[in-house]
């Protein structure tokens, strides 16, 4: 694939939405980290995820074995030190705002989306032990966490244990000496075992001894492949072993692993943390984790959208209808398909807008901002779920623009798809980002964060679809704060549409009115984007009024039995 590093349009989002002047970032500084993360993921990352799709990682007797070019670029990543963008200056990183990195994050991902997925679970290891770890931990593993010399990992999810994280089984026992014996099986293990490293550390949730039932009763783990020596180097085995690795729809050059601890009894963890505070732990994880899982819809968008694009242009294929005389001519001057790549530019910038919003308050949140994060903690399930559809969607349409060839595995337009698929699922399937909305963010400081966020929206909105959108959502929300349990969670996943769509909208038209007063290529670009967007997508979210404020009794009317016949 020939990609090519969307600078301008992520330096353009970066200034105007996350407003990044504000953090300490001047313009020098930030065409440097953009130009240099594009020309290394270009020249580094992007030429190997064709192998990585159709060779991947393989499970062996001593590990798993990345593609061949997979470790060499890997090496190169942290020799020019990208893992350390965002890392904490006292432990050797830079100390560059969150959403800076995750501009470059987006980059690497769009680029080789599989490969990306290591250093993203390392950036959730980092947040869990700057934030829980001890002044031993943090100063024995994140300088080369920092460094991406060391991956991290989550380890959540067991056989029995899907969504229900309370189920987990996983013991922790003291040994004594205040270490832990940790016993148990972890599946879906993202990058759980590689070649690429020194050293894996892998974060781990599991139950103490007379620990109570459910998710209170959970305490969180620093377990790493190997254990260190006095001088904190990897050194003996920790007996942490990958049984196997997922046969995958998609994300092949990732190694999705089972992961067994404790099989001989000598799997050494360390608690992170207080006992009985492991969802606290794991959830300072897995808030910036969907935040970035959000960000892997806009790197799927962005290469589909690439792709799409290029094949366009280059596909000759009957005349367009308006000049039947004039000869054949490229499907992009064909009006359905024009329509289906301008929505496909239109929605990827409105995720991108989106997700940069929300990273841009990570930063005002953890230099104290209190409004900042309520907002971040509003817009957190807007960005993965959002993100993730929007990606799902603009890779679908990729493959319908490519047409039959899209159906070819050859064009690589099917990995697209296939590599998005997982994103809607994982780090909280976007039903449970949709009940979180609903049940947790809507009603923080008795709405009002949500109230506050609306009324930026409407005082900057001009379009009157906007506006009417915004009103409708104010309203919906209303009406959920008031429903029962079973109507509001029967209604949340159309309110988080509809509501991200509004929160999109605003976004793209706030950029849209800055683009047009430019002539660049780019800028006319991104014009035509956010009025499609505005005049199109706008208005189809309005549809979504009627499940927003439908009663459950409706999906209850038939029996489970009854449903199946």
């Known amino acids: 694939m020939t990609f090519t590093a969307p600078t301008a349009e992520q330096k353009f989002v970066l200034e105007h939405v996350a407003v990044i002047g504000d953090l300490g970032v001047d313009g020098d500084i930030l065409d440097a980290v953009l130009a240099g993360a594009g020309d290394f993921a270009v020249g580094e990352w992007a030429p190997l995820a064709r192998a990585g799709d159709t060779d991947g990682p393989k499970w062996t007797e001593a590990g798993v074995k990345m593609p061949a070019g997979y470790p060499e670029a890997y090496r190169a990543y942290v020799e020019g030190g990208w893992g350390t963008i965002g890392s904490p200056e006292a432990f050797g990183g830079q100390g560059m705002p969150f959403v800076l990195s995750a501009a470059v994050l987006e980059t690497l991902g769009a680029a080789n989306m599989g490969f990306a997925l290591a250093p993203t679970l390392t950036v959730g290891a980092i947040e ?18 920092s460094s991406g010399e060391w991956t991290g990992t989550m380890n959540l999810t067991e056989p029995q244990a899907g969504s229900d994280v309370g189920a987990l089984r996983s013991r922790a026992t003291p040994r004594g000496d205040g270490t832990f014996s940790i016993q148990g099986t972890k599946i879906f293990i993202s990058f759980g075992d590689h070649d690429m490293a020194d050293n894996i550390v892998h974060l781990v949730l599991a139950r103490t001894p007379d620990a109570p039932a459910g998710t209170k009763g959970l305490s969180l783990f620093l377990v790493p492949k190997y254990r260190l020596d006095a001088d904190g180097n990897p050194a003996e085995f920790n007996d942490v072993r990958v049984v196997s690795i997922e046969h995958k729809m998609g994300l092949h050059a990732s190694p999705t692993c089972v992961l067994s601890f404790g099989d001989n009894g000598d799997c050494i963890g360390e608690l992170i ?26 790197q799927v968008a962005e290469a589909a959208t690439q792709r799409a694009i290029r094949y366009a242009r280059e596909r000759i294929q009957s005349p367009r209808a308006s000049a039947p005389g004039a000869g054949p001519v490229a499907i ?19 995720a991108r807008a989106l997700v940069y919003l929300a990273c841009g308050q990570v930063d005002r949140a953890n230099a104290g901002d209190a409004e900042a994060k309520g907002r971040l903690d509003l817009l957190t399930p807007l960005a993965k779920a959002h993100g993730t559809d929007i990606g799902c969607e603009v890779a679908s349409i990729g493959v319908q623009v490519h047409g039959g060839m899209g159906y070819i595995e050859e064009t690589g337009a099917a990995q697209h798809y296939r590599d998005a698929r997982i994103t809607p699922i994982y780090e909280g399937t976007n039903g449970i980002q949709a009940a979180d909305l609903v049940g947790r963010k809507l009603g ?10 609306l009324a930026e929206m409407r005082d900057d909105a001009q379009d009157t679809g906007l506006r009417d959108l915004i009103a409708v959502c104010d309203d ?61 997508v706008v208005p189809e979210a309005m549809g979504l009024k009627a499940a927003a404020t439908a009663l459950a009794d409706a999906l209850y009317a038939i029996d489970a039995e009854t449903l199946s016949a």
């Open 128 to 145: 869990a032990l700057l934030h829980h770890g001890s002044p031993e931990q943090q100063a024995a593993y994140l300088p080369r966490l």
């Open 273 to 298: 943390g207080g006992e009985m505070g492991g969802i606290r732990a794991m959830f300072t994880m897995m808030n910036n984790a969907r935040l970035n899982v959000g960000l892997q819809g806009v």
């Open 476 to 536: 919906v929300a209303r009406h959920l704060l008031a429903a029962g349990p079973d109507d509001r969670l029967a209604a949340s996943y159309p309110f988080l549409t509809m509501l991200s769509v509004a929160v999109c909208g605003w976004l793209m038209e706030k950029q849209g009115r800055l683009a047009a007063r430019g002539d660049t290529p780019f800028l006319k670009g991104k014009a035509a984007a956010c009025r499609f967007y505005v005049e199109q």
């Open 332 to 350: 992009v001057e064909h009006p359905d398909v024009r329509r289906m790549l301008l929505r496909m530019k239109a929605q990827t910038m409105a």
């Open 444 to 453: 923080l400081d008795n709405a009002g964060v949500f109230q506050r966020l």
